[in-house]
């Protein structure tokens, strides 16, 4: 008995959420949960950094995950040493938005049809140093190892691929995480030219995705960026 009465330390949670119908449907539903509080929140607007650091929280909430505000904020491949652990909500079942976001250093990725339920026990999950993410994205991750292992032995240049100036370009854009669409308008290109280009570049270093593609490249030497 006495040793039920012995308080818990309270996990300590910052919601960086754009949407603020849903952002407030969290606190309140935080509010709810046995040793979770919330330390503070934000739109997408009028956060820092330095904010986040400040709360002193244990994990960090985000939704949604978009390049738009990064700048205000941390940089992508940054978003992980903020100090909390991250949690996305509200995604996609993409591979390579799932990719992108585990290179930050998320350590939750969770679809939009997530319960409430979910998250609570994402966030607890997270505080334990669990990673938690879909079961059909989790194969994603063993299917890039297995790609990493298979390259891992033959570290030598003759397995480089051969990459022409435009084919660096673009997947430079690729890692930044730009759309066909987007590469597209930056190179002049037309979508059809773009899309065609990045079979090339799959097929070439035998990626099954275009995160892939990226990790594969960048290991064997090219300097793409971020």
Known sequence: MHSDSVSFEAIRVFLLIENRLLREALVHIFRKSPHITVVGQSGRTDWTAQDILDSDSDVLVISPFQASWLPVGPAPEKLGQLGPKVILIGMDADEDQFMTAVRTGVAGYLLK???AFDVISAVRSVYHCEAVCPPQLCHALFRFAAQAAKKAPG?????????????QQLVALVAKGQTNKEIAAHLNLSEFTVRNHIHRILKQVDAESRSEAVEAIRACGYSIGP
């Open 113 to 115: 049809d997530a319960s």
């Open 155 to 167: 570290p030598g240049l003759a397995s480089r691929p051969e990459l022409t100036l435009r084919q």
